[in-house]
Nanobody, 121 residues
């Protein structure tokens, strides 16, 4: 299984970015897909998850971020609006088989290499 993120970059506070995660060597529709992030010196934290059972967001991003997925393209997206400096982190795509509200990093089997998002004030 391979997960490849893209779309990170440097943006000013209040700006937007769209992250993508393309998966290979898995039956994409059978997997729960999630986004996590990790800032320097901090633990990896949950951002959002989408499976066929539902969509969930961390409180810190609710109303600003939108997760979506295109099963035909084996791709998941994270639309990030109204970005804040505290959103600065490496963002990781994750996958695990099955459906559920999986919000702990320990619940995921596969990870991408991460993409850096930097929000300047």
């Amino acid at each position: 299984v391979q997960l490849i993120e893209s779309g990170g970059g440097l943006v000013q506070a209040g700006g937007s970015l769209r992250l993508s995660c393309t998966a290979s060597e898995l039956t994409f529709s059978m997997y729960t897909m999630g986004w996590f992030r990790q800032a320097p010196g901090k633990e990896r934290e949950f951002v959002s998850v989408r499976s066929w059972s539902g969509t969930y967001y961390a409180d810190s991003v609710k109303g600003r971020f939108t997760i979506s997925r295109d099963n035909a393209k084996n791709t998941m997206y994270l639309e990030m609006n109204s970005l804040k400096p505290e959103d600065t982190a490496v963002y990781y795509c994750s996958a695990r088989r099955g459906s559920g509200k999986y919000i702990s990093a320990y619940e995921y089997d596969y990870w991408g290499q991460g993409t850096q998002v930097t929000v300047s004030s």
